[in-house]
């Protein structure tokens, strides 16, 4: 069974830093395309940045390049999400997701406030 739990949201103020967390457990994910998505209150679920687990290029929405960075452990079999200079607009529930074809697997989410 796919099990994907997210961690490392909370509260920060404007500017600052938050590491969110992917563990993923219940198969072998090299052949998966791995994402975080989030969802602001009264939006739409946003795709934010995805990572092809094998060979590790990377993607990103508009509004976070140059901030966000997205990575993964091997062997770990964790994917993080490193967020720098956020914005009060980055407020939202972070979700990862695990996908291989018409299979998706996500997680429970992880709230982000970025507020003073």
């Known amino acids: 069974q796919v099990q994907l739990v997210e961690s490392g949201g909370g509260l920060v103020q404007p500017g600052g830093s938050l590491r969110l967390s992917c563990a993923a457990s219940?198969?072998?994910?090299?052949?998966?395309?791995m994402a975080w998505f989030r969802q602001a209150p009264g939006k739409g679920r946003e795709l934010v940045a995805t990572?092809?687990?094998?060979?590790?290029?990377?993607n990103y929405a508009d509004s976070v390049k140059g901030r966000f960075t997205i990575s993964r452990a091997n062997t770990e079999n964790t994917m993080y999400l490193q967020m720098n200079s956020l914005k009060p607009e980055d407020t939202a529930v972070y979700y990862c997701?695990?996908?291989?074809?018409?299979?998706?697997?996500w997680g429970q989410g992880t709230q982000v406030t970025v507020s003073s």
């Open positions: 990572i092809s687990w094998s060979s590790g290029n990377t």
């Open positions: 219940g198969r072998t994910f090299s052949s998966y395309v």
């Open positions: 997701r695990a996908s291989y074809g018409l299979q998706y697997y």
